[in-house]
Each structure stands twice: as structure tokens, then as C-alpha cells.
């Protein structure tokens, strides 16, 4: 069955944690370093999903096939601007075009916003060049929290709503 794109539900916490478990592995682990990466791992068992899944006003989406995600992603919309993270493919799934998919999912569901906002590590090359891929341009940099205690240098990257859906595949 070919993965599909679709909202995420609270039945989806276990396959999620599957997910952010192997992505932040195969990211973190070689770019930030093995102590920033077990205590994001730390983290993520201690709080399971309630750290990352969407909050009021967010929402969530993925791409699953035959009851497990591939994929994951969140945005809010906030005074005119999307701002998305959580954007994860699984290892074993990527340079499958599931990544272009699921960002073009979510540009279908942003109802206001006019921009589309993401953080980017400095230290992966490949999620930049995926970004710039799709339209988005580096408009600064700044110092991100991705849990407490670990920060890390991001590109913040930008690209019109616009473009995002009149480019899908």
C-alpha cells in the first residue's frame, strides 16, 4: 500500500515514538553529538509524545503506510506566518520523495498563513539542501532549544505558501 498523508491521532503515539526515536538517532547522534543525543532520547522516553505532539493551535501530519509512519510533521499558524518542525522521515523511507510529499501536505492545509518558517541544524547539510530544494531560502540564524539544556546552531529558512502548492508533485 503506498503511504498516505493524513493527520495524526493520539492512537499513533507508539509508531511516532518509533519515528523520532530512529530520526534523531541517525540526525542527532552524528551531528550534535552522543550526550546531546541521549538526552534528547532521555527526554522523549520520559515524556513519550506529550513533548512533541501538537498543542491548541498546532497541528500534526503524516505519512503512514500499513499501520506505521514514515513520516511526521507539525506546524502553527501564527500571524501570517506557518511555522513547521517535527518534519522527520524515517531513515530507511528517505530520498523516496515521502519528505516532498509530506511538505506539500501540510502547504495544502495551511488555511492563512502566507509564509512557511522551519529551523534547520546547521550541521545537515542533506535537510538543508532538501529545504532549498522546495523553495525555501536562509533569511538568518539563531541559537535553537531542542530540549532542555541542548541547543544548537539553525539556519531559519522561509518560502511562500504560494510556492509550496503550485510546486507539488
Partial sequence: MPPNFRATTPDDAADLLR???????????????QSALSAMLKDLEHNGTASMLPGSGERGYCIASDHEIDGSAI????????YLWGMYVHPSQQRRGLGSR???????????????????????PAA???????????TGREKTELINSVETATLVMCTSVENLKTTQQ
Wanted: glycine letters at 10%; hydrophobic letters at 40%; aromatic letters at 12%.
Fill in 19 to 33: 519515528l523520532w526515536r530512529d530520526t534523531w538517532t541517525a540526525t542527532y547522534g552524528s551531528s550534535l553529538g
Fill in 75 to 82: 506546524f502553527a499558524e501564527r500571524d501570517g506566518v506557518a
Fill in 102 to 124: 509530506l511538505l506539500h501536505g501540510v502547504a495544502g492545509e495551511i488555511e492563512t498563513a502566507e509564509k512557511v518558517e522551519v529551523r534547520v541544524l546547521v550541521s545537515s
Fill in 128 to 138: 538543508i539542501n532538501f529545504y532549498r530544494k522546495h523553495g525555501f531560502t536562509e
